[in-house]
């Protein structure tokens, strides 16, 4: 190899290492790290490309790492013997998932797969868990975050056993909002990826939107979902607690 081609290859290196860092501090777990920390934490790091429709890992296979989202949105899913899904989350730029898998054992709870085409940071497992015994930093951010995750699926539970499909969509809706009167639909915001999203199934969560647009509730193009009544919404939202 000649000098040239070292230094080509040792800038893009540099390069890379830079693009890494850069990902990866975004992300609360990294943002207290030292140098030389974040230093270890880009070295154990790899980046990997997804197609949309891909499997990016399955449940029950063993765990690489934390994954960190650079571009693209995915979706983590458990599925029933009989095959119906539940979405447990969706993930977009900045998130960070699978911090179950790498905690536990080893080996993957749920199964992602990539809603459109996406990039993720993988931190190597050994290396993370290296980190969380010497960084007490790191350690608090994902033990917080966790717990925040636990809450969610306590939330989660309370939806599906306490209230009605019609009052899951608009709570969901409502989230998706923001404050706002339009929400943006995804190419993959389908009606049956919203109907795995609250637990329910299309023929049910079809039914719900139909509901919503004949009460002049809800306006639904390809595109984006219009909220017409706020107020209404919101009742119908919270009504039974």
Not at 2 to 13: C, G, I, P, V
Not at 124 to 139: K, N
Not at 168 to 187: H, N, P, V, W
Request: charged share 20%; proline share 2%; aromatic share 6%.
């Amino acid at each position: 190899m000649t000098a040239y081609s070292t230094s080509l290859a040792q800038t893009r290196a540099i390069h890379h290492n830079q693009k890494l860092g850069k990902i990866l501090s975004q992300v609360p777990y990294f943002s207290g790290l030292d140098s030389a920390a974040m230093r270890c934490v880009i070295s154990a790091s790899i980046r990997q490309v997804y197609r949309a429709g891909q499997i990016v890992f399955m449940e029950g296979e063993p765990c690489i790492g934390l994954y960190v989202v650079e571009k693209g949105w995915l979706r983590a899913v458990k599925t029933s013997g009989s095959g119906r899904e539940q979405v447990i989350r969706f993930v977009g730029p900045g998130d960070a998932f699978n911090e179950v898998g790498v905690l536990t054992g080893g080996v993957n709870v749920v199964m992602v797969e990539a809603l459109e085409n996406a990039s993720v940071v993988i931190v190597q497992r050994e290396i993370l868990l290296s980190l969380v015994d010497h960084c007490p930093t790191l350690a608090k951010s994902i033990i917080e975050n966790l717990a925040s995750r636990v809450l969610y699926a306590m939330n989660l539970v309370t939806e599906l056993s306490l209230h009605p499909v019609e009052s899951r969509l608009a709570r969901f809706l409502l989230e998706q909002a923001a404050g706002q009167d339009t929400i943006s639909r995804k190419s993959w915001a389908t009606q049956a990826a919203i109907a795995a999203r609250i637990g329910t199934v299309p023929v049910v969560i079809n039914r719900a939107f139909r509901g919503l647009i004949e009460c002049k509730l809800i306006d639904l193009e390809r595109n984006q979902i219009h909220i017409l009544d706020r107020a209404e919404l919101e009742r119908r939202a919270f009504s039974g607690e």
